[in-house]
């Protein structure tokens, strides 16, 4: 059974940074994607940064493009979402997904949520 946990969320200044973790537990093969989505009120479920499992590749959104890594430890088990120069717009509820293809647009795609993690950034 696959389960994504996500932690780190929390308040933020404009301009400041925050660190979101996920530890990934049940994936028993390596051909799949890992990575975030996030959903602000009112606005439709969009995807933020994904890696591959196998090759390493990376997706990245245009509104985050430059502020936002992502980063694999495969060791343990976790994917990390590094946010600077936050702007109040990155505010929502960020999830940990997985997705056995390729594709990290569209939410009916992915295979697995995690339950998510509040991110609010304001002055």
């Known amino acids: 059974q696959v389960q994504l946990v996500e932690s780190g969320g929390g308040p933020a200044q404009p301009g400041g940074s925050l660190r979101l973790s996920c530890e990934a537990s049940g994936l028993l093969q390596d051909l799949y994607r890992i990575g975030w989505f996030r959903q602000a009120p009112g606005k439709e479920r969009e995807g933020v940064l994904s890696?591959?499992?196998?090759?390493?590749?990376?997706t990245t959104s245009v509104a985050v493009k430059g502020r936002f890594t992502i980063a694999r430890d495969k060791a343990k088990n976790m994917v990390y979402l590094q946010m600077n120069a936050l702007k109040a717009e990155d505010s929502g509820v960020y999830y940990c997904?997985?997705?056995?293809?390729?594709?990290?647009?569209?939410?009916?795609?992915?295979?697995?949520w995690g339950k998510g993690t509040l991110v609010t950034v304001s002055s």
């Open positions: 890696i591959s499992d196998h090759s390493g590749r990376v």
């Open positions: 997904a997985v997705s056995y293809g390729d594709s990290w647009d569209d939410p009916q795609y992915i295979n697995h």
